[in-house]
């Protein structure tokens, strides 16, 4: 057959549109946003080559619209789930056994009908279903799913083309495998390239994948299974369930073909899934991979020489943007006194010109949060903040669900640097701020060190370079990804691999060639060409 060494195309960051008025895009995307609004949709789930609907039906609602319906998806159960395995099962052979160029093509076309024609509706689905405003929605939906599906393809190629040295008479060659079995992808809301990437990283390695969304993710969801079709993923490869988080997981982690977990969500369900694998370990044919990121409670440090101006833009984005529903958030803060009234007066002023309201009204920065459970978790902590003498809300702590889940960004101080919300997390738009004194910045950074479990990002800023290199040695562990004058968020794929260790995870970086080593199963073969035909070696000769 003919072949070749092929040399895939050099990815590129996707450029972020502006949605600026009168620009095309933000026609387009107001035109997705009418036609989203002006019908319902019955969304199925995807197993084999079945779209399979049920008579449990759940409606879809904006979180900043709850009243209104977007459509409905068909609530599965396990016996979906056992039929989603069977359909990965049966796929396999022929998906692993498919040259890796051809499994590449389909993953680069799938990049270029997201940022062609399903631009616009995949964005317009992740503003309806997640309330993300036209920006966020653009840099997540459109970019970063952009960014993974085409830097992942370069990084397999990078995996692939890797190769051992082989001294003389032998050839020495590595390739890698496909897990043997199934991955199962159980994806977030608050992402919709997250929730893309998990199980399209997997599959691009040659992995088949159950995959289980959020169920308020569900919306945008669907899109991208219609991208991933339309670009070629044959059936059975990506099976798409909505189902109850248990009973998924109490059929997948019992399967001996379980191969592995890509995972984002709470600590608690990764510590539950990843002691339920221990326990069944003796009935799998591998020991699966277990892949995951986990959240954070994630902190910014101002020193005595920072930028006031810069300090106050940074905690206003990194703590509300997407209403705190970023896995990197900024929800814990930590001012010296010598700049706090300035920074507050910045942090003010800065949020009482914020609107809040619907994603449609693209001049609104702040929208709602995910669901009533979510807005009656951060309700509760902004009350007991209220009534706690060791707190005093700044900015904000009001909120309202009547007609959607809104919280106004919330600013609290705390004279206790154990506080609650210093420490819990609350995926919200609350920020706690401690003020230090000055000349107590070491054991500030000792204090950040060892407040919080998680490890997932965290930001020093400073002009002072002598400091900069302090608080990066001593907050070593503390955040994966760590920031210089900057806020702890928006991770790009490519520049800054994203995740972190303690509670926060795995830490094996979406975005980066370390995760899609976590895909595959290398396989040394060595090849001698001329085989001894004598055991003896020289050394025995007298």
Known sequence: MATGFFNVPVPKNEPVKSYAPNSPERAALKAALVEARSRQIEIPMYI???????EDKHAVTPPHDHQYVLGYYSLGDASHVTKAIEAALAARENWANLSWEHRAAIFLKAADLLAGPYRAEINAATMLGQSKNAYQAEIDAACEMIDFLRFNVHYASQIYGEQPQSSEGVWNRLEHRPLEGFVFALTPF????????????????????????ALTQVYAANVLMKVFKEAGVPDGVINLIYVDGPVAGDVILRHPDFAGIHFTGSTKVFQYIWKTIGDNLSIYKSFPRIVGETGGKDFVVAHSSANAKAVAVGLVRGAFEYQGQKCSAASRAYIPANLWEEVKGYMIADLASMKMGVTEDFSNFINAVIDEKSFDKIAGYIDNAKNDPRVT???????????????????????????????????????TIYVYEPEKFEETLELVDKTSPYALTGSIFAQDRYV??????????????????DKPTGAVVGQQPFGGARASGTNDKAG???????????????????????????????
Do not use: H
Request: glycine share 8%; with cysteine.
């Open 393 to 431: 809300v700044i900015a904000g702590g009001n909120y309202d669900k009547s007609t959607g889940y809104f919280i106004e960004p919330t600013v609290l101080l705390t004279t206790d640097p154990m506080y609650t919300t210093m420490c819990e997390e609350i995926f919200g738009p609350v920020l």
């Open 468 to 485: 900069i290199e302090q608080a990066s040695k001593k907050l070593v562990n503390a955040a994966g990804n760590f920031y210089i004058n």
């Open 190 to 213: 608050n992402f919709t390239a997250i929730a893309g990437n998990l199980p399209t990283s997997a599959a691009l390695m040659g992995n088949v994948c159950v995959w289980k969304p």
């Open 512 to 542: 980066s060639i370390l995760n899609l080593l976590r895909w595959v199963s290398p396989r040394t073969i060595k090849e001698t060409f001329v085989s001894p035909v004598d055991y003896r070696y020289p050394f025995l000769a007298e």
């Open 48 to 54: 084999g080559g079945e779209e399979i609907m049920t």
